[in-house]
């Protein structure tokens, strides 16, 4: 199992960003999906997850600017963000929600006011 996160970048407050996943094979299907990221000397925290009915909850302190989606055909999971601000800046990683799988590299997302 494995996943490569992409789309991370510098960009000022209020501006967007749109996030991709792509796990091996067919690590997605069938099985909720989720959106975690981390500070520096912080945990990772969830800020959204996607059910395999495509449920969707978010953090509180996103909800309304972010959306999860995912595309079954490319097997990539995504988070587009808008109206970013510098609370934002972290770097986000992907995985399934309740599987212990390995991290990723993670995407950094700097967000500049």
């Known amino acids: 199992v494995r996943f490569v996160e992409s789309g991370g970048g510098s960009v000022q407050a209020g501006e967007s960003l749109k996030l991709s996943c792509v796990g091996s094979?067919?690590?997605?299907?069938?099985?909720?999906v989720a959106w975690y990221r981390q500070t520096p000397g912080s945990a990772r925290d969830l800020v959204a997850s996607m059910s395999s009915t495509d449920h969707r909850n978010y953090a509180d302190s996103v909800k309304g600017r972010f959306t999860i989606s995912r595309d079954v055909t490319k097997r990539a999971v995504y988070l587009q963000m808008d109206s970013l601000t510098p609370e934002d800046t972290a770097v986000y990683y992907c995985?399934?929600?309740?599987?212990?799988?390995?991290w990723g590299q993670g995407t950094q997302v700097i967000v500049s006011s």
């Open positions: 995985r399934r929600q309740y599987f212990s799988d390995p």
């Open positions: 094979g067919n690590t997605f299907d069938g099985h909720a």
